[in-house]
């Protein structure tokens, strides 16, 4: 638990101070679901619903969102994630990261119809203009963290 | 029992609560923002704004350190150019005191009030946004500061947005690139007036533009000053493009921000005018008012 409320705090901190200086084009990645989304393959179901609530409630905090904006799509994204975690080879790098954009996409897609029940309505456009690079920059991002995790336990190893 | 049911069925009973909590905050600010929305938002906030402004004072101060160290590598060539400069300067506030006479003087023919000076707070941001949704930054003063919501938000650049959410030492501001912002704006040459709205990314757009008026790339656009919260002549930006759709009551025009909201690091909050109260809280009810 301590763990994850430090993890939570670092996430905080990173995506509201550094996260745009790596923005493309004001596209910045999630740090939020890559956090849940690494959690999703190391804690039990109820776990990552509770932790996604969290998290997407600071999310909407430190945003212009409103507040349970993200806790929703991230409740749901931890819930989900977990399962289907399950079924998918931790070993392997490509499924991982195909299941991290998918997810980008659905919980995106998620919030946008939120944002539009709530007569906030977004464009159907941002779906093509927030929603598909947020969630190709996150993926690329969670695989270059995994790839350096695989790198350094490779050398672990050799040494 | 109750016990037992819950154990068995924890999973779905812990999204289902989730989901549920979620959904309530969201319906409590449909129309306006509760207390418990704020009171949530306020603890959440709380607890990671002394990390973030400890963070902002470390990397303030390592910033500045180098730029006095890069500063002093390059003192001579800079004072050189500064002599020349000056001496431009000095020229150019002549013809600038030459004016102002003049300006006071026709103010006082044609009997107009002397322009407006307002009382500023000085901020720092901590935050930005955590979404690529909406546009918003967390400043380093609050209430404390005599910030309230609907305070006009300027940098040296121009018109950043308006005060959101009001705490104990932090402030929301909504910039002007949020979707959910608008703007009552003025074309300085063809005195058009017309509604800027963010659009998600780095600009903005002026939407209701009278199709009579001759808006040109390059003109300068200007806050007008009606809606309430916006003093007049605030830089907003200026047009890169136009367009016109066959058919349409209106033109809209692309601006490009003044301000450079990536590399924006302190902000200037306009808590009211010299010798009046504060004038853009004006016609915000007090029940509105945090």
């Known amino acids: 638990m301590i763990r994850f409320l430090l993890g939570l705090l670092l996430v905080t901190l990173l995506q509201t101070t550094l996260a745009h200086r790596v923005g493309v084009a004001g596209i910045r990645p999630d740090l939020y679901l890559l956090f849940l989304f690494f959690l999703s393959f190391r804690v039990r179901s109820e776990a990552a619903t509770a932790m996604g609530f969290l998290l997407g409630l600071y999310q909407d905090a430190f945003s212009g969102a409103p507040l349970g904006l993200h806790a929703f799509t991230l409740s749901v994204g931890g819930f989900v994630l977990t399962g289907v975690a399950e079924g998918v080879d931790a070993s392997r790098i490509f499924p991982r990261l195909v299941l991290l954009a998918l997810s980008g996409l659905a919980l995106g897609t998620l919030a946008q119809l939120l944002l539009h029940f709530f007569r906030l309505d977004p464009p159907v456009s941002a779906l093509v203009t927030v929603v598909l690079p947020t969630a190709l920059y996150t993926a690329l991002l969670g695989g270059a963290v995994l790839g350096a995790s695989r790198l350094k336990a490779a050398l672990e190893v050799r040494l | ?290």
């Not at chain 2, 300006?103 to 009030?113: E, G, I, K, M, S």
């Not at chain 2, 322009?115 to 918003?136: C, G, H, P, Y």
């Not at chain 2, 509604?195 to 040109?216: C, H, I, N, W």
């Open chain 2, 1 to 290: 029992m109750l016990l037992r049911v819950f154990l068995r069925y924890r999973r779905t009973v812990i999204l289902s609560v989730a989901l549920l909590v979620s959904f309530l905050f969201m319906t409590l600010q449909v129309r306006e923002r509760g207390p418990l929305v704020d009171l949530v938002e306020r603890g959440l906030v709380l607890t990671v704004t002394p990390f973030l402004k400890l963070y902002a004072a470390v990397t303030g101060t390592g910033s500045r350190l180098w730029v006095n160290y890069v500063d002093l590598r390059n003192v001579r060539a800079e004072n050189l150019r500064l002599q020349e400069e000056a001496a431009a300067l000095r020229e150019e506030v002549r013809r600038f005191a030459e004016a102002g006479q003049e300006n006071a003087r026709l103010r006082r023919l044609l009997d107009l009030p002397e322009s407006r000076e307002f009382e500023l707070v000085t901020a720092q941001v901590i935050a930005k946004d955590t979404t690529n949704w909406f546009k918003t930054i967390l400043i380093n003063k609050g209430s404390e500061a005599a910030v309230r919501r609907n305070l006009p938000v300027i940098s040296t650049e121009g018109l950043v947005g308006r005060v959101v959410e009001v705490m104990p030492g932090t402030a929301k501001v909504q910039l002007l690139t949020d979707p959910v912002s608008s703007v009552g704006a003025l074309l300085q040459e063809q005195r058009a007036t017309g509604l800027v709205t963010g659009d998600r990314g780095q600009s903005a757009t002026v939407k209701y533009l009278p199709l009579m008026a001759e808006v040109r790339v390059g003109d300068a656009v200007l806050t007008s000053g009606m809606g309430g919260i916006f003093p007049k002549g605030i830089l907003i930006g200026t047009v890169t493009a136009i367009h016109r759709k066959s058919g349409a009551l209106f033109q809209e025009a692309a601006i490009q921000p003044s301000v450079n909201f990536g590399r924006m690091e302190e902000v200037l909050v306009i808590t009211g005018e010299r010798g009046s109260g504060p004038p853009r809280a004006r016609g915000v009810p007090p029940a509105a008012e945090r």
